[in-house]
């Protein structure tokens, strides 16, 4: 007892020195660290007073310190003299005397003071100097305190443990020797000798228990094994299918974008021809141009629609959210598939509140969902069906109805219908378009805005109704409509435009639409012929692809700004990139508007048009 009392006293002595020295020397050393981390914040954030020789805005900097009672004054000095100070400064005139070269700290009895150098490189523009209290020897009493209870509250423990380990040597051993008996007797490897003690003698317990249960662990080693090989060979059969789903999805998917692709690329080709055999019949001519834009417009939606939902798959969908009445977002959506819903000659009834109803969202992706509803109700009912939007508004929610007697859903097909690329009719006879991404595309959308969507139906030829609700907003300020904008005027006189693209016919076909607008057209189809013409031409505004070959148009727009003679031209980047990283390169390119493919032939026209260049008013 007496050796493990002696020996326990002596490791505890022994860590007790440790302890102080380390404290000692940790203690200088993390009250150094945190008074140079707040003398570099306070020379990061006194920089601009110095620069602009504002004292006071460098005092209010000092003043901050007040919430640290264990400071007892600081001060930026400048050429060796006071710039600003905080509390006792008397002490600290001394060290900014020596003017130190360099960021450090000096201990002075019951005090550290350090300071740290205000640098806007290359100057050197001043000094902090901060002093606070040192308090080692009360830090120092306060651990040998604490040290000391642990040190009594040790040997104290130590005594009692060597008095249980008297009784504890000889009892296990006593019951190694029944336990073996009886397994002699028996024949019972089921039976263990309880360890009470981890040295030599437990040790010895523990070999005897593994030899009783050897047979018991490969048993239930083997039983394990057989149950993990059960349980992967399920999962990897899961597995297996969820793969064959997907590759089957996923070969739907192929096929069906095919489909949709070809089927407007069939009346185009159709068109071109018509437009080529119809030089004398202006008639037949107009039709096929407007039959072309309603298969390019469908094109263009189901290109859209694919990004959308790659955006909000990846986190790159930005809601541009503000206070928004629900009525006007129905009425825009309503405009937006008006067309479809006449067309297929059905009834729409539309039912709203009386009074404005605020959401907090982006009317344009609200829109987005309520027309992807409504065309989804034109396209799956059959000709002069009843189409019902229905709005109303509770404390919490406002929740917008949009219900059908179309061909209905399957009971089953209820969640799935949401699923990306997911039908209700996927036969090759059906007659309704689309990817199978509208509804995944509105259940995102309403998602982000907090809400919820739900599909209803009574069964197959029953029709349908699908249920938003988006979380309701209060006490919205009411802002008057924006007044209508005016229509520019034509241009006064000609602009000078560039064309920038290496793709000939877009080129070519944007060249004759400006021309015909009365302005006069250069056209360039790689970076360094575009260089070379600008510099020629000095073109008013110029539209600049950004995949041209020779010099990117992020090189083109950089060197175009650098010369004089473009000083005045608009630079339009117009390329079918269109994320929001490639917004943001187009304008630290130069870029003064990013347009994504296609584009409108009139948005291109209203471009030239109201863009005045200098030189016209100079």
């Keep these: 007892m007496l050796v493990v009392l002696a020996t326990t006293a002596a490791a505890l002595a022994v860590v007790a020195v440790a302890l102080v020295v380390y404290e000692s020397r940790t203690y200088e050393r993390s009250t150094a660290d945190a008074l140079m981390t707040q003398a570099q914040i306070l020379a990061r954030a006194s920089a601009p007073a110095l620069v602009f020789d ?55 009895g019951g005090q550290i003071i350090v300071f740290r150098r205000i640098v806007e490189d290359p100057e050197v523009l001043g000094t902090v100097y901060v002093r606070a209290r040192y308090e080692l020897g009360a830090r120092l009493r306060d651990y040998l305190g604490i040290l000391g209870l642990v040190l009594v509250a040790s ?63 490969r048993a239930d080693a083997l039983e394990a094994s057989n149950a993990t090989l059960s349980r992967e060979t399920a999962e990897r059969r899961e597995a297996e299918e969820a793969l064959r789903i997907a590759d089957r999805r996923k070969d739907a998917f192929l096929a069906m974008l095919a489909h949709e692709l070809r089927n407007p690329l069939a009346p185009l080709r159709n068109a071109l021809e018509i437009l080529k055999r119809s030089s004398d019949n202006p008639a037949l001519a107009e039709d096929a141009r407007q039959m072309m834009e309603r298969q390019v417009r469908q094109m263009v939606r189901l290109v859209d629609d694919l990004l959308d939902v790659s955006r909000i798959t990846t986190g790159k969908l930005a809601l541009r959210t503000e206070p928004c009445d629900v009525r006007d977002v129905i009425r825009g959506a309503i405009d937006t598939s008006k067309p479809l819903i006449e067309a297929r000659g059905h009834t729409l009834t539309v039912a709203m509140p009386h009074d404005a109803v605020h959401v907090n969202g982006d009317p344009t992706r609200l829109a987005q969902v309520f027309s992807n509803l409504l065309n989804n109700a034109a396209n799956y009912t059959e000709p002069g069906g009843r189409i019902t939007l229905r709005a109303t508004a509770d404390d919490r929610f406002v929740t917008v109805r949009v219900t059908d007697n179309g061909i209905g859903i399957a009971p089953e097909m209820l969640g799935p219908v949401f699923r990306m690329f997911e039908q209700v009719d996927e036969s090759l006879e059906r007659v309704h378009g689309g990817l199978g991404v509208g509804l995944t595309l509105a259940r995102d959308l309403v998602e982000l805005h907090g809400g919820s969507i739900e599909a209803h139906s009574e069964g ?17 300020a009411v802002r008057p409509a924006p007044r209508a904008a005016a229509v520019p005027p034509a241009p006064a006189q000609p602009r000078r435009v560039l064309i920038a693209d290496n793709n000939l016919d877009f080129a070519q076909s944007l060249e004759a639409i400006v021309g015909a607008a009365g302005h006069e057209v250069r056209v360039a189809h790689d970076g360094l012929a575009a260089l070379d013409i600008a510099a020629r031409f000095a073109p008013d505004i110029a539209f600049i692809d950004i ?51 296609p584009v409108e032939p009139q948005q291109i026209v209203d471009i030239v048009n109201e863009h005045a260049p200098l030189r016209a008013s100079a």
């Excluded at 003299?81 to 960021?103: N, S």
């Excluded at 988006?470 to 006490?475: A, L, M, T």
């Design 547 to 597: 995949g041209l070959p020779g010099r990117n148009g992020y090189e083109v727009a950089r060197d175009l700004r650098e010369l004089t003679q473009m000083a005045h031209c608009r630079l339009v980047a117009i390329t079918g990139w269109g994320q929001d990283e490639d917004r943001r390169r187009s304008q630290d390119a130069g870029f003064e508007l990013h347009l994504v493919k």
């Design 54 to 108: 504002d004292p006071v805005a460098a005092r209010e900097n000092l003043a901050l310190l007040n919430v640290q009672p264990n400071i007892l004054g600081a001060a930026i000095y400048r050429g060796g003299r006071l710039f600003a100070g905080y509390g006792a400064t008397d002490a600290l005139a001394q060290v900014a005397a020596h003017a130190p070269q360099t960021d450090g700290y000096a201990i002075d």
């Design 460 to 476: 197959i030829g029953k029709g349908s109704e699908f249920v938003v609700r988006i979380p309701r907003v209060h006490g919205v």
């Design 155 to 217: 040997l104290g423990f130590a005594l009692l443990l060597s008095a249980a380990l008297q009784r504890a040597i000889t009892r296990p051993i006593l019951a190694v020797a029944e336990v073996a008996r009886q397994v002699i007797e028996r024949r019972d490897f089921s039976l263990r000798v309880a360890r009470t003690t981890r040295d030599e003698v437990g040790v010895l317990v523990d070999a005897f228990n593994a030899m009783l249960s050897e047979v018991g662990r």
